[in-house]
C-alpha cells in the first residue's frame, strides 16, 4: 500500500462490487457463518441457497458474514434488495430455503412467517 | 422427446380468459418466434392458479416467476428481458415487499449501539476489500499520513478509552507508558484468550471483522514505536484463527503489513500465537511467559510490561473488544467517542447475556445502560413469568448484582462498588430456583480448577473456601463457617500473586453481601428454598393423593420406597439418595421435593 489514493481506489471498487445489482436479480444474499451459525447448520444452508438459485438459472451473490447477536435464531440469511431493504430470514432449514428462493427471490414476496419479525413472542 | 429449457404458462381458467389471456398467448407465441426461440421456450395453457383476482396470470419456468395483471403492453418486456436476458420483470410480480423485516428492526437491536461490532453481520470477513469498503484502514492511513505517535496517544488518551477486558485501565495511559519506556524493540500484543465462562464477545469479532484488529494493533504499534505485533488466540477457537490467518495473509498482500506501509517507514508484522486455553494465560505476565513458549504462569508485577514485558521488552497488551474500537476513534474523533456512554466509561461494552433470560445473545450497549434495560427492553425479561433474582458479571473474577440495585448504570466503577465488576463481558442472569451458594461454588470450583498453582493462597485458599461450601450444599455447613470464608478470602485476596487468585474469591463475597440469609438457611435449618442443593431436599409421598400404584417402588434404585399396592407408600428418608425417579414416575403427582 503506497497511499490514501491507492486506498481509495480499492474502497471505490470494493463498494462498487458490493452494490445490489440489476444483473444479480437486484438482490445479495448473506448468510450468518460464525461459529453459531455453523454449529447450527449454516454450510448446508449457504448450498441450498446456491443450489436453488442454479436450478433456476438464477445469478443472485450468495456471500456471509459474521455474528449478529441473535445465536440462537441462527441458521441466519439477509436478503437484500437494491433499493436497500432488508429482511433477517431465521432458523432456516433446506426446505425454508427453496420457499425463500421461490417466493422472495423469483417472486419478491417476503416469506414473514421465516422472518426475524415473526418470533413477536420471543421479541 | 424435444426439450424445452424454458416454459411459459399462461392461465386460460375462466377468469384470465375473460381478461383476454388468449391474445397474450398469441402475442408470446409471436414474439418468441420472431427471437427464434421456440425451440427452446414452450407457450403452455393451463387451467385456474387461484389467483384470479390478480389475473390474467403468467408464469414462467423453470425460475417460477408469477407475473399478475399482464397486458399486451408487458408481453415484450417479458421476452426481452425475462426469456433473452434472463431477467425477471419485477414490476409485473405479484409480490410487495412490505414492511421492515430486517434484524436492526428487531426490538433487541434497538438500545443497541454497534461500535465495536459494527462489521459483524454487515461484511464478509475473508474478503479484505469488504473491510476497506466499509472504512477499513483509513484510520491506518491516516495515522502514518498524518499524524505524529504522539498526537495519536493523545487521540486515544483523551477518548477515554478504558480497557475492555475486564479491568478497564485507560488504553491511552497503557501506551504511553509503553511509548516512554526505552528500549530498541516493542511488541504490541492482543489478549484473544477470552477465559470467562460464557463469554463470546471476542471471538464474534475476531470471526466477523479481523481486519479491525489487525488495523488497531498496527496504529497502536505506530503509537508505542513497535514493528512486531502478537495475538495470543485460543486453539479453541479454530474458525477465529483460520480467518485471522486469511486475513493477515491478505493484509501483507496489499502492503498493510510488512515494510513502508503507506509509502512511510514504518514497518509492522504480526504473528497468531495458540494458546492452549488455561483461563490464567488470559492474565497478562502469564501470557507474556506463554508467547514466549514457557509454561503459562504468571509473573511477579513491578515490573509492569510497560517496562519488562515481552522477551523483557516495553509491551502493551490489549483486548479484542478495545482495540476494535481503535480505528473508529481515529476516524470520528474522541469527541465523537465521549458522546457515548458515561463520563467515566465512554464508549460502548459488548455482554454476553445468558441464563434464565428470554433473548440470550450478544448485546453491545453505551455504558450507562442500566441492567433493567438490559434484561426488559433488550433481554426480553426472564422466561415462564418467573422473579429476577439476581445477575453475574465478570465470571469468577466478578460478583452478583440483586434486584434492589436494578436501576445502577453499567460502567466500570458503579460495579466495583457494588462488589462485582465489568470482567470481559458475560452476564448470567439468575432468578428464583438458583442457588446463590451453588452459584458461588460453581465459580469457585472453576477458579481452583484453573489456578496454576504456583503460589499458595490461590492454590491452597481456593481449594479449602471450595471445601467449605461443598459441606455446606451438602447439609454438613456448621456455624463459622462464614467466618472461615471470609478469612480465608481477606488472606486470599491480599497474598495471591495474580489476579486469579486476587480475584477468585469475589463470587462469594459478593453472594455473601447479599444473600447471606441463603448461606444462614442452609448451615442452620438445612434447607434450600431454591431447591438446587440436592441433599437438602426431601421426596415426601402425600398420603391422601398416593394410589399405591406401586410405580415409584419399581423405578426407585435404592429400594427406598415401600408400600402394599393400593395403599399410601412411604419414602424411607435413610435410604433415598435423592435421585428425583419417583417423582417423575408417579402419574397421579403425589410425590413432592421439600
Ligand atoms: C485470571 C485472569 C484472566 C484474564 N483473562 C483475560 C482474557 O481472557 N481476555 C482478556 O482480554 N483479558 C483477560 N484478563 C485481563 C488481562 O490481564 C489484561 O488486563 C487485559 O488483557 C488488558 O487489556 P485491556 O486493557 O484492553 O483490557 C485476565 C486477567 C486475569 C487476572
Ligand atoms: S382464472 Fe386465471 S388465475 Fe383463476
Given at each position: 500500500m503506497k497511499s490514501i489514493a491507492e486506498l481509495d481506489a480499492i474502497r471505490k471498487k470494493a463498494l462498487n462490487n458490493m452494490k445490489v445489482k440489476k444483473e444479480n436479480q437486484g438482490y445479495r444474499i448473506i448468510i450468518g457463518m460464525a461459529t453459531c451459525g455453523i454449529a447450527a447448520g449454516a454450510v448446508p444452508i449457504m448450498n441450498t441457497f446456491k443450489e436453488q438459485l442454479e436450478k433456476r438459472n438464477i445469478k443472485v451473490p450468495v456471500s456471509m458474514t459474521g455474528c449478529?447477536?441473535?445465536?440462537?435464531?441462527?441458521p441466519m440469511a439477509d436478503i437484500i434488495d437494491d433499493s436497500g431493504n432488508k429482511t433477517t430470514y431465521i432458523m432456516l432449514t433446506p426446505e425454508k430455503v427453496e420457499r425463500i428462493v421461490q417466493n422472495h427471490i423469483i417472486n419478491g414476496q417476503v416469506v414473514s412467517e421465516y422472518t426475524i419479525n415473526s418470533t413477536q413472542a420471543i421479541f | 422427446m424435444h426439450i424445452y429449457s424454458s416454459h411459459v404458462l399462461v392461465c386460460s381458467g375462466t377468469s384470465c380468459t375473460s381478461k383476454k389471456s388468449p391474445e397474450l398467448i398469441k402475442k408470446l407465441e409471436e414474439g418468441i418466434k420472431r427471437k427464434k426461440l421456440d425451440e427452446k421456450i414452450q407457450v403452455i395453457t393451463t387451467s385456474c392458479f387461484g389467483l384470479c383476482a390478480e389475473g390474467p396470470i403468467v408464469v414462467v419456468y423453470p425460475e417460477g416467476a408469477i407475473y399478475s395483471n399482464v397486458t399486451l403492453n408487458d408481453i415484450d418486456e417479458i421476452i426481452n428481458e425475462h426469456l433473452v436476458k434472463g431477467r425477471i420483470v419485477k414490476r409485473l410480480l405479484s409480490g410487495n415487499n412490505e414492511g421492515n423485516n430486517s434484524y436492526e428492526s428487531a426490538d433487541f437491536f434497538k438500545k443497541q449501539v454497534r461500535i465495536a461490532l459494527r462489521n459483524c453481520g454487515v461484511i464478509n470477513p475473508e474478503i479484505i476489500e469488504e473491510y476497506i469498503a466499509y472504512d477499513g484502514y483509513q484510520a491506518l492511513g491516516k495515522v502514518l499520513t498524518t499524524m505524529t505517535p504522539e498526537q495519536v496517544i493523545d487521540k486515544v488518551l483523551d477518548s477515554g478509552l478504558r480497557g475492555r477486558g475486564g479491568a478497564g485501565f485507560p488504553t491511552g495511559r497503557k501506551w504511553l507508558f509503553a511509548a516512554n519506556a526505552k528500549g530498541d524493540k516493542k511488541y504490541v500484543c492482543c489478549n484473544a484468550d477470552e477465559g470467562d465462562p460464557g463469554a463470546f464477545m471476542d471471538r464474534s469479532i475476531l470471526e466477523g471483522d479481523p481486519h479491525s484488529i489487525i488495523e488497531a494493533m498496527a496504529i497502536a504499534a505506530y503509537g508505542i514505536g513497535s514493528d512486531q505485533g502478537y495475538i495470543y488466540v485460543r486453539a479453541e477457537y479454530p474458525i477465529a484463527v483460520k480467518r485471522l490467518n486469511i486475513a493477515i495473509d491478505q493484509a501483507k498482500e496489499l502492503g498493510l503489513l510488512g515494510d513502508k506501509i503507506f509509502g512511510t517507514d514504518f514497518s509492522f508484522n504480526l504473528e497468531l500465537r495458540l494458546g492452549a486455553?488455561?483461563?490464567?494465560?488470559?492474565e497478562e505476565t502469564a501470557l507474556m511467559t506463554s508467547i514466549e513458549g514457557k509454561r503459562g504462569e504468571p509473573r511477579p508485577r513491578p515490573p509492569f510490561p510497560a517496562n519488562k514485558g515481552l522477551f523483557q521488552k516495553p509491551t502493551i497488551l490489549n483486548n479484542v473488544e478495545t482495540l476494535s474500537n481503535i480505528p473508529i476513534i481515529i476516524l470520528k474523533g474522541a469527541d465523537w467517542f465521549k458522546t457515548i456512554g458515561t463520563k467515566k466509561s465512554p464508549g460502548t461494552k459488548v455482554f454476553a447475556i445468558g441464563g434464565k433470560i428470554n433473548n440470550t445473545g450478544l448485546v453491545e450497549i453505551p455504558m450507562g445502560t442500566t441492567l433493567r434495560e438490559v434484561i426488559y427492553d433488550i433481554g426480553g425479561g426472564i422466561p415462564n413469568g418467573k422473579k429476577f433474582k439476581a445477575a453475574q458479571t465478570g465470571g469468577p473474577s466478578g460478583g452478583c448484582i440483586p434486584t434492589e440495585h436494578l436501576d445502577v448504570p453499567i460502567e466500570y466503577d458503579t460495579l466495583i462498588e457494588l462488589g462485582s465488576m465489568m470482567g470481559s463481558g458475560g452476564l448470567i442472569i439468575m432468578d428464583e430456583d438458583n442457588c446463590m451458594v451453588d452459584i458461588a461454588k460453581f465459580f469457585l470450583e472453576f477458579s481452583v480448577d484453573e489456578s496454576c498453582g504456583k503460589c499458595p493462597p490461590c492454590r491452597i485458599g481456593t481449594k479449602r473456601m471450595y471445601g467449605i461450601l461443598k459441606r455446606i450444599t451438602e447439609g454438613k455447613g456448621e456455624e463459622g463457617d462464614i467466618e472461615t470464608l471470609e478469612e480465608l478470602a481477606e488472606t486470599i485476596q491480599a497474598a495471591a500473586l495474580c489476579g486469579l487468585g486476587k480475584t477468585s474469591p469475589n463470587p462469594v463475597l459478593s453472594t455473601l453481601r447479599y444473600f447471606r440469609h441463603e448461606y444462614e438457611e442452609h448451615i442452620v435449618n438445612k434447607k434450600c428454598s431454591a431447591g438446587v442443593c440436592k441433599e437438602l431436599l426431601d421426596y415426601i409421598i402425600i398420603p391422601n393423593d398416593c394410589m399405591g400404584c406401586t410405580k415409584c417402588i419399581k423405578v426407585c434404585p435404592t429400594k427406598a420406597i415401600t408400600g402394599k399396592i393400593k395403599e399410601p407408600h412411604i419414602i424411607d428418608q435413610e435410604e433415598c439418595i435423592k435421585c428425583g425417579a419417583c417423582l417423575e414416575a408417579c402419574p397421579f403427582g403425589a410425590i413432592i421435593r421439600k
Open positions: 449478529v447477536g441473535v445465536c440462537r435464531l441462527e | 486455553g488455561a483461563f490464567v494465560c488470559g
